[in-house]
T-cell receptor
Framework: AQSVAQPEDQVNVAEGNPLTVKCTYS??????LFWYVQYPNRGLQFLLK??????LVKGSYGFEAEFNKSQTSFHLKKPSALVSDSALYFC????????FGAGTTVTVRA | DTGVSQDPRHKITKRGQNVTFRCDPI?????LYWYRQTLGQGPEFLTY????????KSRLLSDRFSAERPKGSFSTLEIQRTEQGDSAMYLC?????????????FGEGSWLTVV
């Protein structure tokens, strides 16, 4: 079965500092990997996905993610975090449906 | 493109009652998914449709749960004889069907509280 893991329950950063949210995957074959963000009491918003090709994927709101096959990782990054980036972030793997990690709560302090 | 629409957004019901949620997917999307999310957890897959055919059901989908997509457009998720453990957010999502890797778009969710 395909799965992802998010090793950190919480990430705290100061505004303006780089933000990294970690994700590792366990997949047979080529992985299709996604990042979503969820604000309180809202649905999930798509940020970006890796299908094939360039290992650095750029997405919405200034986020990007780096696919690393040797480390089986797909970490989400933002060079300069904003307070408005505070939310719950989910990594997911697509096997004709999405399987999600447990989520990482990001808090960006002013 | 008006996005995935879910109704109602919030439902409070007494234990033992039946509830039904409706989902309208993005108009050209032929795949429709239902997920359940409890507080502090990631969404869990319940079932999905391709057009009107229900192609997979999770073991999480007990006999009290039924989902339909009668004309391949909107879908309903019914929970019969609700239990307190059914309290969760029910998320609907949709996508095109072209193998794997299609972006799945989510609605705002329907919150269920069973009292």
């Amino acid at each position: 079965a395909q799965s992802v893991a998010q090793p950190e329950d919480q990430v705290n950063v100061a505004e303006g500092n780089p933000l990294t949210v970690k994700c590792t995957y366990s997949v047979s074959g080529n992985p299709y990997l996604f990042w979503y963000v969820q604000y309180p009491n809202r649905g999930l918003q798509f940020l970006l996905k890796y299908i094939t090709g360039d290992n650095l994927v750029k997405g919405s709101y200034g986020f990007e993610a780096e696919f690393n096959k040797s480390q089986t990782s797909f970490h989400l990054k933002k060079p300069s975090a904003l307070v408005s980036d505070s939310a719950l972030y989910f990594c997911a793997v697509d096997d004709y449906k999405l399987s999600f990690g447990a989520g990482t709560t990001v808090t960006v302090r002013a | 493109d008006t996005g995935v629409s879910q109704d109602p957004r919030h439902k409070i019901t007494k234990r033992g009652q039946n509830v039904t949620f409706r989902c309208d997917p993005i108009s050209e999307h032929n795949r429709l998914y239902w997920y359940r999310q409890t507080l502090g957890q990631g969404p869990e897959f319940l079932t999905y449709f391709q057009n009107e055919a229900q192609l997979e059901k999770s073991r999480l989908l007990s006999d009290r749960f039924s989902a339909e997509r009668p004309k391949g457009s909107f879908s309903t998720l019914e929970i019969q004889r609700t239990e307190q453990g059914d309290s969760a957010m029910y998320l609907c999502a949709s996508s095109l069907a072209r193998g794997s890797g299609n972006t799945i778009y989510f609605g705002e969710g329907s919150w269920l509280t069973v009292v």
